[in-house]
């Protein structure tokens, strides 16, 4: 369990983000399209898996406008936004604000993509949801960089997040 706040109250976490070094679990996500989006689908790809609770809250907007402005210079890596958020509003979003560098995968049927990578929030106000983080896999799904953001209101680490891709 992991300690994090939103809005300076402590929040829980079920679990403990993926170490540096340690091969991540495999996911199965569902994209907008409501198909299932595998680990296995992005074989040989660098990822950036931006984590957050919900499009519908300012910071987690511009975290994901923020990836695919990023993303459209990133050799061999793909970026995902991931949040619970059903997969029509997810699409919506993207649509609206022209994303087109990343791919929004929905963990709304996938429990155990929260509780794998640690970031289920498990009390607070936001309980259920999932809790901002950002995790880098490299080509053979090995994490080279990892950060659970402490204040969930806060913006990640996108500097060290690319430099971990460098």
Same mark, same amino acid.
């Given at each position: 369990?992991?300690?994090?706040?939103?809005?300076?109250t402590? $929040?829980?976490?079920?679990?403990?983000?993926?170490?540096?070094?340690?091969?991540?679990?495999?996911?199965?996500?569902t994209?907008?399209d409501?198909?299932?989006?595998?680990?296995? #689908?992005l074989?040989?790809?660098?990822?950036?898996?931006?984590?957050? &609770?919900?499009?519908d809250? /300012?910071?987690c =907007?511009?975290?994901?406008?923020?990836?695919?402005?990023?993303?459209?210079?990133?050799?061999?890596?793909?970026?995902l /936004? *991931?949040?619970? #958020?059903? +997969?029509?509003?997810?699409?919506?979003?993207?649509?609206?604000? !022209?994303?087109?560098?990343? *791919? =929004? =995968?929905?963990?709304?049927?996938?429990? !155990?993509? /929260?509780?794998?990578?640690?970031?289920?929030?498990?009390?607070? +106000?936001?309980?259920?949801?999932?809790?901002r983080? $950002? *995790?880098?896999? #490299?080509?053979?799904?090995?994490?080279?960089?990892?950060?659970? $953001? &402490?204040?969930?209101?806060?913006e990640p680490?996108?500097?060290?997040?690319?430099? /971990?891709?460098?």
């Amino acid at each position: 369990m992991e300690t994090i706040k939103f809005k300076g109250t402590p $929040v829980h976490t079920y679990g403990h983000l993926p170490e540096v070094g340690s091969k991540a679990p495999c996911f199965a996500l569902t994209r907008s399209d409501l198909t299932e989006l595998r680990c296995h #689908d992005l074989k040989g790809r660098r990822l950036v898996l931006n984590i957050f &609770p919900s499009l519908d809250t /300012a910071v987690c =907007a511009t975290s994901v406008r923020k990836f695919n402005e990023l993303a459209a210079s990133l050799d061999n890596t793909t970026v995902l /936004a *991931i949040s619970k #958020d059903l +997969p029509f509003a997810q699409s919506r979003f993207c649509t609206t604000e !022209g994303i087109k560098n990343l *791919i =929004a =995968a929905s963990a709304f049927r996938s429990p !155990g993509f /929260a509780k794998d990578y640690g970031v289920e929030m498990i009390d607070g +106000p936001l309980e259920g949801l999932l809790a901002r983080a $950002v *995790i880098v896999l #490299d080509e053979e799904r090995r994490v080279i960089y990892s950060e659970l $953001v &402490p204040e969930i209101t806060q913006e990640p680490d996108y500097e060290a997040a690319l430099k /971990a891709l460098k």
